[in-house]
């Protein structure tokens, strides 16, 4: 751990996090360091005048900062040895200004050239494929059905296709700096709008980072709460995604088995904790309201419901010889392509990157409750699938833990007020995979200064463009969705 | 296949009654599939964009199509144009990055045509509010018929949505 960087602090918290403000040097060092050592690199972002990364290592998480002051601030390149840190610094270059010294790729990103203080012209250069046969395929932002914009620029010959670039930023919506202008106890509720799908896992990495500044316990009940919430939303998630993947392959009964039994979830959802996605149900210092008294035996019956029908249902999926035939092979990323891009989350787990926050570091209350994490080694879109459906057996079986474990006791508490220039990081394993907040108080104690909302989208996206090379233009939609990324969440 | 077919056997038809249309906007008591289909000859078709949303709003819209709303038996369906579109439902604070596209597939919808406004920052900018990277509600920068309020609105109030622009302009102008 020490070994990273220099003068690192242990800051307080439910996670173990390490920060440290480091110069030029021992911010590259610490990058080849983390490099060597196979530490991944969970952010890469910008916040009042310097530049942050975030690495996560067996012992937690070490955060650097790095001031860049002057005319024309700018800081070593790290997407040489983090591929997936290109995309972030070119973000970091839009939003903050800061630019990446000697990064090969200084395209802008997020900017498409419309702020008032735009620096980006409104061309965007795409890498041109040229050759025989060769065409080019644009698709989005808006698409042809009901998704979240976006560009693509296939380059094809014939039905395969060649490469695949995507730009990305149409829903920036400058949430980075609304976090600096609204009460930080009121931006729980932009956290938990930052990506919609997972409003859970990031209002829960908001709170703990803004617990962690203000040095606020949350009760033990509460954190049994939100993570009954987590599993919920990954369940509800996993459900949706999977009715959307057989439907994507042609097989619509799929779909209309999954999207019923993702309603009941919902409805339950509704009825046990006031929102059919769960937004606004994780508050800061613990969550807005307790479980009602036979909402634990309904919970608990829609686990047997859910788990029947699960099985009826894998059994299907997996003895569909149609189905099968578009999920095996299509959309790979094999593992050393994995590893080298850091794909991450449930699609790092399906092409055999074992990490799972919960396993990992597991906070609480998941360290007792001995999460097995489900992974695979193919990383197709079947691969994907058959992940998906582990983990909801599995969370079926942590819900049923967890109901059966709940604490007694208050399920919230007023938070402190936090020092002056105090700093918070927080993390959770979301569904689609690591979800993590680090935010700055300024120097009144009273205003955030910076806070950076980080979903594990940022790795996934590059890689998508890896997936899709070599198959053929109709299966995309399929591989797309079997990743299931965030826009809202990456384009911030 | 005999699994499929007894898994859809065991399930049954979950379709639930449709909810009415907003009693505030109605004039009198219709059967609005068949309204849609008289005044049609065809389902009515919808376009979705998102114009800038957090996604939550999405999956909503996706929800109207689950066998409980079952948004095809109402005479709705989606489609992957604007020019086969009666209907435009927007999401999303309009991102001023999507402000272009959002017009564009308005404008290139056949008339007479619909614009529903969907979710808390359809209707006000939610709270992202209006800024440099966003415009606001999605009034501010197309025309629109029907708002419909929430975070995210829950599929009944989605479906009230459209066939509350749909009736109220089937009596107003005519739609089709």
Known sequence: ?492 | MWRLLRQIARAGIPSEAPPAADDALRQQTQDLAREILHTLGRALAIRVVDAGSCNGCELEIHATANPYYNLEGLGLQFVASPRHADLLLVTGPVSRHMEVALRRTHDAMPRPRLVVALGDCGCTGGIFGEGPATCGRVSNVIPVDVAVPGCPPEPRAILQGILTAVQRNVHKRGLG
């Open chain 1, 1 to 492: 751990m020490t070994a990273l960087a220099s003068g690192l602090a242990l800051l307080p918290g439910d996670m173990p996090v390490w920060h440290a403000r480091t110069g030029d040097g021992p911010w590259l060092e610490a990058a080849h360091r983390a490099a060597r050592s196979g530490a991944r690199l969970v952010a890469l972002w910008g916040g009042a005048g310097e530049a942050h990364a975030a690495y996560a290592l067996p012992e937690g998480l070490v955060w650097l900062s790095l001031p860049c002051p002057g005319e024309s601030p700018a800081c070593p390149d790290l997407s040489a040895l983090f591929p997936a840190a290109g995309r972030m610094q070119r973000a970091m270059a839009d939003l903050c200004g800061i630019a990446a010294r000697g990064a090969a790729d200084t395209r802008p990103w997020l900017d498409h050239g419309l702020w008032p203080d735009s620096r980006a012209g409104r061309d965007y250069p795409f890498v041109r494929v040229s050759g025989d046969g060769v065409h080019e395929i644009p698709v989005g932002p808006v698409h042809a059905g009901i998704i979240e914009p976006g560009h693509f620029r296939f380059s094809v010959v014939g039905e395969k296709v060649l490469r695949l670039e995507a730009r990305l930023g149409y829903t920036h919506k400058g949430i980075s700096r609304r976090f600096t202008e609204l009460a930080p106890e009121d931006a729980c509720r932009l956290a938990g709008r930052v990506s919609g799908d997972s409003t859970v896992a990031t209002a829960w990495a908001y709170c703990m980072a803004l617990e962690a500044a203000c040095g606020t316990h949350v009760p033990e009940r509460a954190r049994w709460l939100r993570a009954l919430l987590l599993e919920r939303e990954r369940i509800a998630n996993h459900l949706g995604d999977l009715g959307a993947l057989g439907n994507d392959a042609g097989f619509a009964a799929g779909l209309a088995q999954f999207s019923r039994l993702r309603e009941d979830w919902l409805r339950l959802s509704k009825d046990c904790f006031g929102h059919r996605l769960l937004m606004d149900c994780v508050k800061p210092g613990g969550v807005a309201a307790d479980l009602p008294p036979q909402g634990a035996d309904a919970l608990r019956r829609q686990c047997d419901r859910v788990e029947r029908e699960l099985g009826a249902l894998r059994d299907i999926y997996d003895g569909h010889a149609g189905l099968q035939d578009r999920f095996l092979g299509t959309g790979r990323v094999d593992p050393p392509l994995a590893t080298a891009l850091g794909l991450t989350g449930l699609a790092g787990r399906a092409s055999g990157i074992a990490a799972d926050l919960r396993c990992d570091q597991p906070w609480a209350p998941y360290e007792r409750l001995d999460v097995r994490m489900a992974t695979h080694r193919n990383g197709d879109v079947a691969a994907r699938v058959a992940v998906r459906f582990d983990e909801v057996a599995e969370s079926l079986r942590l819900l049923r833990a967890l109901l059966d474990g709940l604490p007694a006791g208050p399920v919230a508490t007023p938070l402190n007020t936090p020092a002056e220039n105090a700093l918070g990081a927080g993390r959770t394993e979301g569904w689609r995979g690591e979800v993590m907040v680090a935010l700055a108080f300024d120097a009144q104690g009273g205003r955030l200064r910076f806070c950076h909302a980080h979903d594990p989208s940022w790795q996934n996206w590059p890689v998508l463009e890896h997936a899709v090379m070599g198959n053929i233009v109709p299966d995309f939609p399929l591989i797309n969705k079997s990743f299931n990324l965030s826009y809202s969440g990456h384009d911030l």
